[in-house]
């Protein structure tokens, strides 16, 4: 009879003590809970779409390309891409083509005097008539004094070179070596005239 009251005492404690700890589980569990109240786990889950709606589908970053872009930051989470238009500025051409060269100013606008060096009546007359067909400004023609000249020589006042050097062309003479500064001294030619011109007139277009 002892054995069997021993056995029972020993059944009813081991229930108690499961009781036990089936009692603090449960109450670890509820305090978890009280202490915890928002563990929740929240899925973003978007709402169906409505019969006809398209689907936002993912952007793709832009591909970097050899045009000129920026990124430019719009504040609100979105990057806009600035193309950037750059102008080349047009090719400029220095180079002088079509431009004309340096011409002589008009027959109207210089005055040409002719000096006879030879002894043939009327050259320096005849050799002015020329001219003023030409439209050249005449000035009276006149004597070189002195030993003849054998070729003809043009003098120019400084800034007629280009004149006198269309001059030596008129009367087929070399524009490089017929034609000079004028004289220093003019004291040679009778009735200067101080013209743009000087043409001393040799025996070559004398006669």
């Given amino acids: 009879m002892n054995s069997q009251a021993g056995e029972s005492n020993s059944g009813a404690a081991v229930r108690g003590l499961l009781l036990v700890l089936v009692a603090v589980v449960v109450g670890v569990l509820l ?5 915890d109240p928002d563990d929740t786990t929240v899925t973003d889950t978007a709402p169906p779409a409505a019969p006809g709606d398209t689907l936002p589908t993912a952007t793709e970053a832009p591909t970097p390309t050899s045009s000129a872009a920026d990124a430019v930051d719009t504040g609100s989470g979105t990057v806009a891409t600035v193309a950037t238009t750059v102008t080349a500025a047009p090719a400029t051409d220095t180079t002088s083509a079509g431009a004309e060269p340096f011409q002589p100013r008009p027959a109207a606008e210089v005055s040409v005097q002719v000096a006879n060096s030879t002894t043939v009546r009327g050259a320096a007359g005849r050799l002015t008539d020329r001219f003023k067909t030409l439209s ?3 000035k009276t023609p006149t004597n070189y004094v002195g ?9 120019y006042q400084p800034g007629s070179l280009l004149e006198a050097r269309a001059i030596a062309g008129v009367l087929e003479l070399d524009a490089d070596n017929d034609v000079f500064p004028m004289l220093a001294d003019t004291s040679a030619v009778q009735g200067f005239e101080t013209p743009d011109v000087l043409v001393a007139l040799g025996t070559d277009l004398a006669e």
Avoid: A, K
């Avoid at 030993?147 to 003098?155: A, V």
């Fill in 147 to 155: 030993t003849p000249i054998d070729r003809t020589r043009i003098y």
């Fill in 136 to 138: 050249y400004i005449t």
């Fill in 31 to 35: 305090l978890r809970s009280v202490d």
